[in-house]
């Protein structure tokens, strides 16, 4: 039904940006609120940030306020996550998702639709 596919994520150093993109279709866009979860190593999921589906609402978990930003291009089906001032502990793979409901973000209800994933590796 509705494909999401990530992309902007590498290795890069601690304190180092990078920007991730998540493409989105099969669907209108714009109907959904979107966000965006990672998981590292041996632990568990985790949420870090949405976004409603005009982006007028946005929502960050604490480990990354003043450091990430969620944005949407929803002329371009598109959505991303600007990560800046990034730690070792942010490694992760990232996860784009999509939801008909922003509030399920917010509940922490597992989102209704899921990206493959884009591995991000910050080195000390």
């Known amino acids: 039904q509705v494909q999401l596919v990530e992309s902007g994520g590498g290795l890069v150093q601690a304190g180092g940006s990078l920007r991730l993109s998540c493409a989105a279709s099969g669907r209108t866009f714009s109907s959904y609120s979107m966000g965006w979860f990672r998981q590292a190593p041996g632990k568990e999921r985790e949420f870090v940030a949405a976004?409603?589906?005009?982006?007028?609402?946005?929502y960050y978990a604490d480990s990354v306020k003043g450091r990430f930003t969620i944005s949407r291009d929803n002329a371009k089906n598109t959505m991303y996550l600007q990560m800046n001032s990034l730690k070792p502990e942010d490694t992760a793979v990232y996860y784009c998702?999509?939801?008909?409901?922003?509030?399920?973000?917010?509940?922490?209800?597992?989102?209704?639709?899921w990206g493959q994933g884009t591995q991000v590796t910050v080195s000390s």
């Open positions: 998702t999509a939801d008909r409901a922003y509030r399920d973000y917010v509940l922490h209800v597992t989102p209704d639709y």
């Open positions: 976004i409603s589906y005009n982006g007028d609402t946005t």
